[in-house]
T-cell receptor, first 112, second 114 residues
Framework: GESVGLHLPTLSVQEGDNSIINCAYSNSASDYFIWYKQESGKGPQFIIDIRSNMDKRQGQRVTVLLNKTVKHLSLQIAATQPGDSAVYFCAEPQGGSEKLVFGKGTKLTVNP | KAGVTQTPRYLIKTRGQQVTLSCSPISGHRSVSWYQQTPGQGLQFLFEYFSETQRNKGNFPGRFSGRQFSNSRSEMNVSTLELGDSALYLC?????????????FGSGTQLSVL
């Protein structure tokens, strides 16, 4: 069935470095993925999404890469800033419904 | 435009009690979903409402219920609270709740069951 998971529970980077957060999924039929950012004390906030007919999508300082061959997606954050410190989740709809299945999340810490 | 509003922000209850949480979606949004977030299980889908009808339900016991009003505001209720119900309960809204539609989350209600 559908499931998404993240490789690392925590990631620590220096301010200004690029960050890469990974996510693996199991359902080869999955066709839509979303990345959310959750800051302390807040709900998840949409960052960027990608459909399976794309390999890459860019936003402001963020890029999502989708590798359907190995069922892997990644979120790249350029020039990471202290404000990027948060927990990042990948998510996908389950079974053609509005229900989202979330990965466990990666906590990103940006050191000054 | 105001975001998704959840009340109360924090709640402390004892085992066996019941609790009602409230969610006001973004103006114009008709779909409301509820999620439970715990350190151990992460974010898990509870249910989704659209036009006062429950369209989807997650794998939670019948103690968890919800409803949606004609103004799209939603409430969820947990009866006979257990210690394991301690969690952050998040509400999310979207325009129509259609497939692949963006969800907007509130800041959640932190429920502690003692």
């Amino acid at each position: 069935g559908e499931s998404v998971g993240l490789h690392l529970p925590t990631l620590s980077v220096q301010e200004g470095d690029n960050s890469i957060i990974n996510c693996a999924y199991s359902n080869s039929a999955s066709d839509y993925f979303i990345w959310y950012k959750q800051e302390s004390g807040k709900g998840p906030q949409f960052i960027i999404d990608i459909r399976s007919n794309m390999d890459k999508r860019q936003g402001q300082r963020v890029t999502v890469l989708l590798n359907k061959t190995v069922k892997h997606l990644s979120l790249q954050i350029a020039a990471t800033q202290p404000g990027d410190s948060a927990v990042y989740f990948c998510a996908e709809p389950q079974g053609g419904s509005e229900k989202l299945v979330f990965g466990k999340g990666t906590k990103l810490t940006v050191n000054p | 435009k105001a975001g998704v509003t959840q009340t109360p922000r924090y709640l402390i209850k004892t085992r066996g009690q019941q609790v009602t949480l409230s969610c006001s979606p973004i103006s114009g949004h008709r779909s409301v979903s509820w999620y439970q977030q715990t350190p151990g299980q992460g974010l898990q889908f509870l249910f989704e409402y659209f036009s006062e009808t429950q369209r989807n339900k997650g794998n939670f016991p019948g103690r968890f219920s919800g409803r949606q009003f004609s103004n799209s505001r939603s409430e969820m209720n947990v009866s006979t609270l257990e210690l394991g119900d301690s969690a952050l309960y998040l509400c999310a809204s979207s325009s129509k709740g259609g497939l692949n539609e963006k969800l907007f989350f509130g800041s959640g209600t932190q429920l502690s069951v003692l």
